[in-house]
């Protein structure tokens, strides 16, 4: 059974910081990736980290967010800093299994970025 598990969610301030984890497991994974997607609109790419280290970022937050990778326990981290209330969305995160090279889903973590 492969499951995704973000967490780290919550309320922060304007200008504050933000560090969500995702703990993939049940597979081997290749690249993860960090979605966010707020109510009526399409969900959108925040950041992504392949199996070489490679990431790859959505221009909103260049320079604001960094993602990581602990290989050994296939977990990506996603630091967000100078957050603003455009940041705000349920963060989602996917990891594509390598056997299958289907991309399996968390269940979604929400980020309210407000004063």
């Known amino acids: 059974q492969v499951q995704v598990v973000e967490s780290g969610g919550g309320l922060v301030q304007p200008g504050g910081s933000l560090r969500l984890s995702c703990l993939a497991s049940g597979s081997v994974f290749s690249t993860m990736a960090w979605y966010r997607q707020v109510p009526g609109k399409e969900r959108e790419l925040v950041a992504s980290i392949g199996s070489g280290g490679v990431t790859n970022y959505a221009e909103p937050v260049k320079g604001r967010f960094t993602i990581s990778r602990d290989y050994a326990k296939n977990t990506i981290y996603l630091q967000m800093n100078s957050l603003n209330p455009e940041d705000t969305a349920v963060y989602y995160c996917?990891?594509?299994?390598?056997?299958?090279?289907?991309?399996?889903w968390g269940q979604g973590t929400q980020v309210t970025v407000s004063s």
């Open positions: 996917t990891a594509r299994s390598v056997p299958t090279g289907e991309n399996y």
